[in-house]
């Protein structure tokens, strides 16, 4: 094969409550999302204790994207989108999360939405939980850290399973799920799974029993689904920022494989059903009781995935003897991470490295044998309207395009088995990490700005047109 295959599937990926806004139209319930203030770079945002008066919250109305959708997609469809990831916000369906009837108001929400992707020929690709369970369910049972919370997830994604079972074909458990790993910034606790590591005794073992949770109920949602619809593909979701060693000093090249445990942790059980040896080991070191059922071992056995998800944004160092503070960090470091001399860094820090996307195709291919896909891949930048009303967002294009050279040679020179890719933040969305608005992913710029102000207009900009000709020539034309 000297292209990509012609059933490739090229998109864009958001999540719901990036976008949607909404926040408590149709019965939606209060998310942990909702109570996010918003920050930037260096200034983490504030979550606080339920919506209070006189605070910013981006997220509730993001842009719009809840009475807006038509007008969206339909762009969407003029680029060539042949798929479109989202999220279902788990508290349109369950508001609170403990009900044990799903919110009419909800379901029909995302069948219309579907209905109108499908109607345009997109194929959609849905996240069950992209950081947005019900902020009831954090407050009131401490989210995922209580097994409670498995059997509620179960409960709504086959709600959704069930709804959508003859609409949506690709489904993925966690967003970044692995995110949480970094337990001194409690942004990631709270956004994956309810949980303020901070206030944990010991925060790292903590972690692990969060995570045995969510993998179980991971599985337990493969199990399910698969009886719903068989030809279901489901997946797991992991924020790939691989390690490289700082140098070829034998100490970094050691540091960069433990390091790279912390990424391979989730899909190791998540594709493997079991827990690898290093974390057996460490649990024992460190003394981690970890609370498991009997009959876990079989869950996580019977329930893995058909897919791996990944989001790959950037690289990282790491160097035997460095000491990095990862607490206000966002960029997927450790505490042994330091700048490689090499690439070059984003605004925000994140540093540019396509030639890292294939090595990540490569080495997860190598280890697991699953189809791959990238689900999120993209450039945040500031972006400036020319008084003509044109954005030339060159480098936006720069990036992509050579990210999207390196995913064809994992394709067509390393034969890795790579069923998609999709832009991150298609149309300009909140920012996650900061909630601003002014970082900047999209195709389609939206008129909003970090204090909330602005029309919600949409314009394409110049990448537009770049991305609707690589989907039309099938990645040819880069
Ligand atoms: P924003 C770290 C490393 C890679 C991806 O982020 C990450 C992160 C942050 O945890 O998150 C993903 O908007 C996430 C999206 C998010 C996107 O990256 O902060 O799945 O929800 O918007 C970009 O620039």
């Known amino acids: 094969m000297t292209r990509l295959p012609n059933d ?28 996010m203030t918003a920050g930037t770079k260096g ?27 038509k007008e ?7 680029m060539g989108f042949t798929c479109f990831r989202t999220s279902i916000a788990w508290t349109r369906i369950f508001p609170n999360g403990d009900e044990l009837e799903p919110n009419e108001e909800g379901l029909q929400f995302y069948d219309d939405l579907f209905d109108e ?23 009131e049972y401490g989210g995922f850290a209580n097994r409670k919370v498995v059997d509620f997830f179960v409960r709504y994604a086959i709600a959704v399973m069930n709804r959508y079972k003859d609409k949506v074909k690709y489904w993925m458990t966690f967003n970044e799920i692995n995110n949480q790993t970094n337990t001194s910034a409690d942004i990631f606790g709270w956004t994956c799974s309810g949980v303020r590591y901070s206030e944990h005794e010991n925060p790292m073992e903590t972690m692990y029993q969060v995570a045995h949770h969510e993998l179980v109920a991971s599985a337990l949602v493969v199990k399910e689904g698969k009886i719903i619809n068989p030809t279901f593909e489901i997946g797991c979701m992991i924020a790939f ?11 970094d090249v050691m540091i960069a494989t433990e390091s790279m445990h912390e990424r391979f942790f989730f899909p190791d059980v998540h594709v493997r059903g079991y827990y690898p040896s290093y974390i057996r080991k460490e649990w024992e070191r460190k003394g981690y009781k970890i609370n498991m059922e009997p009959e876990d071992e079989a ?32 960029d997927g470091a450790s505490k042994h991470s330091v700048p490689n001399p090499y690439v070059k860094a984003s605004d925000w820090g994140w540093q540019i490295d396509p030639v890292g996307l294939r090595y990540t195709l490569v080495t997860l291919y190598e280890r697991y044998q699953l189809p791959l896909f990238i689900v999120e891949n993209g450039f945040g930048a500031i972006d400036e309207m020319r008084e003509d009303g044109t954005i030339e967002d060159d480098y936006r294009i720069a990036y992509l395009g050579s990210h999207i050279e390196e995913l064809k040679k994992a394709v067509v020179l390393d034969g890795v088995d790579l069923m998609g890719y999709t832009a991150w933040g298609c149309i300009d969305v909140i920012s996650f990490t900061t909630g601003e608005m002014k970082k900047r992913y999209g195709f389609i710029y939206v008129d909003k700005h970090n204090d909330g102000t602005g029309s919600l207009m949409r314009s394409k900009k110049k990448s537009f047109h770049w991305y609707k000709n690589v989907i039309a020539t099938n990645g040819e034309k880069v």
Not at 241 to 251: A, E, G, H, L, Q
């Open 8 to 35: 490739f599937l090229w998109g864009g990926a958001v999540a719901a409550h990036q976008l949607e806004g909404g926040w408590n139209k149709g019965y939606k319930g209060v998310s942990i999302v909702d109570v």
């Open 43 to 69: 200034v983490p945002r504030k979550i606080t204790d339920g919506v209070l008066e006189g605070e910013y919250y981006p997220n509730h109305e993001a842009i719009d994207f809840y009475s807006r959708y």
């Open 72 to 78: 969206d997609i339909a762009l969407f469809a003029e």
């Open 117 to 139: 992707l499908l109607h345009h020929g997109i194929e959609p690709v849905v996240t069950l939980s992209h950081f947005e369970m019900p902020y009831h369910l954090a407050k």
């Open 241 to 251: 920022v691989p390690f490289y060693p700082y140098s070829c000093n034998p100490d």
């Open 299 to 330: 869950i996580l056995k019977e329930g893995t995935v058909d897919f791996i998800g990944l989001s790959y944004y950037m690289s990282n160092a790491v160097k035997a003897d460095a000491e990095t503070d990862t607490s206000a960090s966002t």
